[in-house]
């Protein structure tokens, strides 16, 4: 059967499900992230989102932000979702929702997606989310990459040279623009930081520039690293009105030959449940 597929998206700031058949959504629901439930609420949410959609779909795929490996789910950065270790959430599933489930990271998803229906072309790519966290995923030789233990395309748990302060999501997600917004005494989210921005506040103008430009000095590396034809930006923030020409921007001094080619993820929001539906029937 090649019907629709229930697909899920479980990030750290919102849950997303859809039917999707062909790369196509035929229906979408989202709820915040109830970021404190655990794994059993965040599967009855979901579950509540498909019910009306009972027997439309024969196999589920699931995208969740951590590490996945052998249908087993654990946190890497509990600040972005605190998963338990080894959470059997494949099983839990597929028990919850009585069809087979396809389990994998929310952004090798998106790459996936993005690959076979969005601004990846059918070529090799690096996906990279800019969202609660900093995701990413890489399509090599037309295969996605999962790495020996569901590791592969985490840019956002690399350290650089300095390890000591920690990944480098802390230092350029939405979570950390939140950050850095309270620490210069205003109280938002990175959606308000933006709007702030916009609006022309010094403060504001700051913390964008500066997620920019650590964004644009990791796309830099991850070009040094596999050299691919473009990196898809998704997210939140990474899709947020303005902010891929700044990271550009902040590239342009680079010689041509080694300046990622960006694109905006043609899925948008939708590159992780598209992406896990291909997964599913693959
Ligand atoms: P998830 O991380 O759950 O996959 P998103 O990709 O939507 O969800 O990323 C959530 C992050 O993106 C949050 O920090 C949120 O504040 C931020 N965000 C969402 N929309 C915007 C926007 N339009 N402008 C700026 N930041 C945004
Ligand atoms: C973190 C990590 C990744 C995830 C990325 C984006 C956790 C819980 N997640 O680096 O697996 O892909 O965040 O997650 O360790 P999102 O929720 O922002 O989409």
Redesign the pocket.
Known sequence: MNGPVLAIDQ????LLCALVEEGHVLEQAAVP?DRDAGPEAWLDAAAGLAAPWQGRYDRVGIAVTGRVSDGLWSALNPGTLAIPAETPYAAMAEARLRRPVTLAN?AQAAAWGEHLHGAGAGQDMIYL?I??GIGGGIVTGGRLLSGRGGLAGHAGQMRGLTPEKGPLEDRMS??WI?RAAREAGHDT???GV?SAARAGEGWAKEIVSTAAARAAALCADLQMLIDPPRIVIG???GL?PGFLDRIRAALGSLPAALRPELRAAKLG?GAGIIGIAGLARA
């Open positions: 990030g750290g700031t919102k992230t929310d989310t969202s609660t939405g979570r939140a989210d990175a959606r933006f997210g939140g923030v947020a929001g």
